[in-house]
């Protein structure tokens, strides 16, 4: 079993749509949660980065960490084409934060 | 500024030959990160320098892989007598320093082993 589980998707919505994207995990120890987006041949780049748990808002993107769950979401309000993407979502321990381990990522379609 | 930068954007091999990928990260980051992305995989982790020094090499999957880093900058993972399994997108990354900072990711470089 994969130390972090994400659906692959597609995920495939109209224009306009609240999109939510989820992650779970196993290992306890993680602390620090990100979500990455990434645009085919791209390199991904940080969208969202949460320590510990609780909600982050940044414009259209809400990024929320369930510790006791061990389920991470990333909402993404009044969806764009876009948006359009992979989305990767990434964690590490405490004690290990340059290892990034990432969920196999979520392809997100926003079509007009 | 000039963001990550990867050489070639794309290989192809034929099986048994050895390939040496190259990353330029961003100027004065000292911290940079070698990846794999499969088909279904997600990104892996492989390698990390902090410097010339390799402090977690815990992600390299067999000893035909290897890393260095030379002058605090350029990089170069090498894949000896590749595998059809090698085949993947290998991303690098670079940070301003090691620990919780963000990484910023190269456009990869594309490997097909034939």
């Known amino acids: 079993q994969k130390e972090v589980e994400q659906d692959p998707g597609p995920l495939s919505v109209p224009e306009g749509a609240i999109v939510s994207l989820n992650c779970t995990y196993s290992?306890?120890?993680?602390?620090?949660f990100m979500w990455y987006r990434q645009y085919s041949r791209k390199g991904p780049e940080l969208l969202m980065y949460?320590?510990?748990?609780g909600n982050k808002e940044d414009g259209r993107f809400t990024a929320q960490v369930d510790k006791s769950s061990k389920y991470i979401s990333l909402f993404i309000r009044d969806s764009q084409p876009s948006d359009s993407a992979t989305y990767l979502c990434?964690?590490?321990?405490?004690?290990?934060?340059?290892?990034?381990?990432f969920g196999t990522g979520t392809r997100l379609q926003v079509f007009p | 500024g000039a963001g990550v930068s990867q050489s070639p954007s794309n290989k192809v091999t034929e099986k048994g030959k050895d390939v040496e990928l190259r990353c330029d990260p961003i100027s004065g980051h000292t911290a940079l990160y070698w990846y794999r992305q499969s088909l279904g995989q997600g990104l892996e982790f492989l390698i990390y320098f902090q410097g010339n020094s390799a402090p977690d090499k815990s992600g390299l999957p067999s000893d035909r892989f290897s890393a260095e880093r030379t002058g605090g900058s350029v990089s170069t993972l090498t894949i000896q007598r590749t595998q059809q399994e090698d085949s993947a997108v290998y991303l690098c990354?670079?940070?301003?320093?090691?620990?919780?900072?963000?990484?910023?990711f190269g456009p990869g470089t594309r490997l097909l082993v034939l």
């Open positions: 990354a670079s940070s301003k320093s090691s620990g919780q900072e963000t990484q910023y």
């Open positions: 949460t320590y510990s748990s």
């Open positions: 990434a964690m590490t321990p405490s004690y290990n934060t340059d290892k990034l381990i």
């Open positions: 290992n306890s120890a993680f602390q620090y």
